[in-house]
T-cell receptor
Framework: DAGVIQSPRHEVTEMGQEVTLRCKPISGHDYLFWYRQTMMRGLELLIYFNNNVPIDDSGMPEDRFSAKMPNASFSTLKIQPSEPRDSAVYFC????FGVGGYTFGSGTRLTVV | AQSVTQLGSHVSVSEGALVLLRCNYSSSVPPYLFWYVQYPNQGLQLLLKYTSAATLVKGINGFEAEFKKSETSFHLTKPSAHMSDAAEYFCAVSGHTGNQFYFGTGTSLTVIP
């Protein structure tokens, strides 16, 4: 099992540009989570999906952020337009139903200049 | 509502000394509790989890944690620190659905040679 795969690992973009982060969960996992990690705020849950359906997006900071999960093996987190304060490490995690921890991806380090 | 508090954002121990990282939880339902470790530039890895079975939980790399309901604590310990244990450690709590984890702010462990 390759684990949760995120791409790109690093992204540097200019303010105002659109950024798309990608995630492939572990096969068979029916929950997918997007987290953001910063020094100031720690780990914040942005949104999570169950069976490709968004369940809770209350953590999405603003309308500039959107997330989709078109199928069980792929999800995107889009920021449009990006701002310097969006600079952070974005993690995707997945899990299957029942008791258990998440499996995290290696993260995407986003820098908006 | 659920939350965790990690006491001490930075902990330093000598190599070979006892490691003790503190976590207290708040939960309106019987909690599931987790410890994760994050090495530099990597995602979070599950160290161990408590899911209402044995109160003393053993995890990977020689770590263990004890669930103490009377103290609402789930402290992480390791008898003898190794240089490779230097990392960020996160405590997390979830309810029985496991749909949403609430992470602590993390404790950075430094191991001094």
């Amino acid at each position: 099992d390759a684990g949760v795969i995120q791409s790109p690992r690093h992204e540097v973009t200019e303010m105002g540009q659109e950024v798309t982060l990608r995630c492939k969960p572990i096969s068979g996992h029916d929950y997918l989570f997007w987290y953001r990690q910063t020094m100031m705020r720690g780990l914040e849950l942005l949104i999570y999906f169950n069976n490709n359906v968004p369940i809770d997006d209350s953590g999405m900071p603003e309308d500039r952020f959107s997330a989709k999960m078109p199928n069980a093996s792929f999800s995107t987190l889009k920021i449009q337009p990006s701002e310097p304060r969006d600079s952070a490490v974005y993690f995707c995690a997945s899990r299957t139903f029942g008791v258990g921890g998440y499996t995290f991806g290696s993260g995407t380090r986003l820098t908006v200049v | 509502a659920q939350s965790v508090t990690q006491l001490g954002s930075h902990v330093s121990v000598s190599e070979g000394a006892l490691v003790l990282l503190r976590c207290n939880y708040s939960s309106s339902v019987p909690p599931y509790l987790f410890w994760y470790v994050q090495y530099p530039n990597q995602g979070l890895q599950l160290l161990l989890k408590y899911t209402s079975a044995a109160t003393l939980v053993k995890g990977i790399n020689g770590f263990e944690a004890e669930f103490k309901k009377s103290e609402t604590s789930f402290h992480l310990t390791k008898p003898s620190a190794h240089m490779s244990d230097a990392a960020e450690y996160f405590c997390a709590v979830s309810g029985h659905t496991g749909n949403q984890f609430y992470f602590g702010t993390g404790t950075s462990l430094t191991v001094i040679p």
